[in-house]
């Protein structure tokens, strides 16, 4: 059976009742961050929840969306024609009425709804319809601070005026339909400062924030001056969340050998995006002298990490490469593999043996270069 609705008093506003025009099955269309359509109950009494009393959720100004549209179906009788529809709606915080409605215009879409001549349907979308949707983002362009807000809907049609009054609202009895949804104000992580410093041989990383909103934390990402494009995580900084203060944070990077390096922090925010910071630059000068640390893990299976330290020439003290091998031998002193035998400048190298093909035992490898020569051993354990 339809429902039809009495002529309201809105804003102290008094219309005459006719019998010849109406609404029925009044909805607001709410698509909250792009996850589809969700009809509530207006002026309709269906298996949809009901808009008065909604929670529509939490969003983020800066990345999330509150499209909203409605849909009606009127009826008329005798000499009544509905000439259009329209859903109005405004938006203040919680506890605090206030401000002018805002009119979406409704599309006609339907004719005889349900089979009942002169049922029309109006509406910003629905299934099926060559109508497309006509919601509005009611967030976009927006400058809500955070904190609560009540969103405040009713629907009207306009009538020609005969047989029925030119405005029929569907208003809750003039109190209208309210629903409340929260704004977490989305501020840029502001960096305003990056750098670095040497101490003790470490590579010291500081930097600041003037604001954070969402901020998971800061990868602290470091390529080698030698190195071909790639960037390696040393560790992660937890962020602070959400802050309009500044704040300071650190990294010591113990890892770093003599050479040049580059640094970078990825800042993630909890939804999972993230974006880079300007890259710096820390010098801890040149090696002086070959090193061959010994591999990790070790033991090992199947692949271990084998770094050694190249040095500048040592007569000439300029940067010039040198023929560097390093080679893997078994117990016996049979040579496995050769895993490096290039010109290399001077510089820290780091080197993956894989032994997946070998069986498990005691391996020796050795680094040379010019007059240097040093040995370690390692074992393989499957």
């Not at 080197?351 to 074992?379: D, E």
């Amino acid at each position: 059976m339809r429902k039809i609705f009495i002529v309201l008093i809105l804003f102290c506003m008094n219309i005459s009742l006719f019998a010849g025009g109406g609404i029925f099955d009044s909805f607001a269309i709410v698509n909250a961050n792009g996850a589809g359509n969700t009809y509530y109950d207006l002026g309709a009494s269906t298996a949809n929840p009901d808009f008065q009393g909604a929670n529509l959720g939490s969003f983020d100004l800066t990345n999330h969306s509150l499209v909203l549209g409605g849909q009606l179906k009127s009826y008329k009788n005798n000499g009544t024609d509905v000439t259009g529809a329209s859903l109005f709606y405004r938006i203040y915080p919680v506890g605090s009425p206030s401000g002018s409605f805002t009119e979406i215009n409704y599309a006609f879409q339907i004719d005889n709804v349900n089979g009942h001549a002169g049922d029309q349907q109006w509406g910003t979308d629905i299934a099926g319809s060559n109508t497309t949707d006509k919601g509005v983002d009611i967030l976009s362009g927006s400058t809500l601070s955070s904190g609560d807000y009540t969103l405040e809907v009713y629907a009207v049609i306009y009538t020609n005026g005969v047989d029925a009054a030119s405005t029929i609202y569907d208003s809750r009895g003039g109190l209208n339909y309210q629903a409340t949804f929260t704004v977490n104000q989305s501020l840029p992580v502001e960096l305003t400062s990056f750098s670095a410093n040497i101490s003790n041989k470490y590579v010291e990383l500081k930097w600041k924030t003037a604001t954070e909103v969402n901020n998971y934390g800061f990868y602290v990402e470091r390529k080698s001056s030698f190195a071909k494009g790639k960037w390696n995580e040393l560790g992660f900084v937890k962020g602070h969340g959400n802050s309009n203060s500044p704040e300071e944070y650190k990294f010591v990077d113990k890892t770093a050998a003599s050479g040049k390096y580059f640094y970078r922090l990825k800042q993630v925010d909890v939804n999972g995006s993230y974006e880079y910071s300007n890259i710096i630059e820390a010098n801890l000068g040149l090696p002086s002298k070959f090193s061959l640390s010994q591999n990790y893990p070790n033991p090992f299976n199947p692949a271990t990490t084998i770094k050694y330290t190249v040095p500048v020439a040592v007569k000439t003290l300029h940067a010039t490469s040198q023929l560097v091998q390093l080679k893997i031998y078994d117990v016996l002193g049979k040579e496995v593999v050769t895993l490096v035998n290039k010109q290399q400048s001077p510089g820290n190298y780091s080197v993956t043996f894989n032994a997946s093909n070998l069986p498990s035992g005691i391996y020796f490898y050795k680094l040379t270069a010019g007059n240097f020569s040093q040995i370690r051993k390692m074992i393989l354990l499957k």
